[in-house]
């Protein structure tokens, strides 16, 4: 069975910078899509960020674009989200995800798999 496992999240002050990461074991990671969702309480699920299996594309939501940076390591089977100049409109728990599907129907859910999620709060 595929698992997704993310660590990194915490506390830091506007400004401040974290890195996420993504762990994959129990399926083929390089032949998945990956993205980061966020989900704040009264607000939507969004996708944050994707990243093609190879590395090659990426894609970002327009409040982190120059901000947020996402690659992967396929030889490591895990994921990276580098969070910088973090504000408080950033704090909600972040979710990694895969898709099976390829990088043209990536960008519009559903994902297939889903990690538990990692709590990021930014303090002003």
């Known amino acids: 069975q595929v698992q997704l496992v993310e660590s990194g999240g915490g506390l830091v002050q506007a400004g401040g910078s974290l890195r996420l990461s993504c762990v994959v074991s129990?399926?083929?990671?390089?032949?998945?899509?990956m993205g980061w969702f966020r989900q704040t309480p009264g607000k939507e699920r969004e996708l944050g960020a994707a990243v093609s299996r190879t590395g090659s594309s990426t894609y970002y939501t327009d409040s982190v674009k120059g901000r947020f940076t996402i690659s992967r390591d396929n030889d490591k089977n895990t994921m990276y989200l580098q969070m910088n100049s973090l504000k408080p409109e950033d704090t909600a728990i972040y979710y990694c995800?895969?898709?099976?599907?390829?990088?043209?129907?990536?960008?519009?859910?559903?994902?297939?798999?889903w990690g538990q999620g990692t709590q990021v709060t930014v303090s002003s």
């Open positions: 995800a895969a898709t099976e599907r390829g990088w043209s129907r990536s960008l519009q859910g559903p994902y297939d798999y």
């Open positions: 129990g399926g083929t990671f390089s032949s998945f899509t």
